[in-house]
């Protein structure tokens, strides 16, 4: 059992930037593929950016592509979401999330996660 606590959520102007980070206790975090989905007020949860359990590999919504950037540090059990060019429709909670290395499907198949923190807030105003 892992688990995960994130931080660094606020408020930030549309244009800013912001960097989330995640740390994972428990078992080996590097028995973990780890993932960042957000859930808007209202809306589904949904995939943001994923990254495997090297750090080898890391798959990203489209609407974020070239503007976040996750990464982890296995030293510190820790993975962290860098976030740039920020809009207003990014605003949302942000979850951290963990699943077994092993597991080959989508990493965006947001069920196949089987532990998440409690979330952080984000607020881009318009």
């Known amino acids: 059992q892992v688990q995960l606590v994130e931080s660094g959520g606020g408020l930030v102007q549309a244009g800013g930037s912001l960097r989330l980070s995640c740390v994972a206790s428990g078992r080996t975090f590097t028995s973990y593929a780890m993932g960042w989905f957000r859930q808007a007020s209202g809306k589904e949860r949904e995939f943001v950016a994923a990254?495997?359990?090297?750090?080898?590999?890391?798959y990203y919504t489209d609407s974020v592509k070239g503007r976040f950037t996750i990464s982890r540090d296995n030293a510190k059990n820790t993975v962290y979401l860098q976030m740039s060019s920020l809009k207003p429709e990014d605003t949302a909670v942000y979850y951290c999330a963990a699943r077994g290395s092993y597991y080959a499907g989508s990493y965006g198949y947001k069920d196949s996660y089987g532990y998440w923190g409690q979330g952080t807030q984000v607020t881009v105003p318009s």
């Open positions: 990254i495997s359990w090297s750090g080898g590999n890391t």
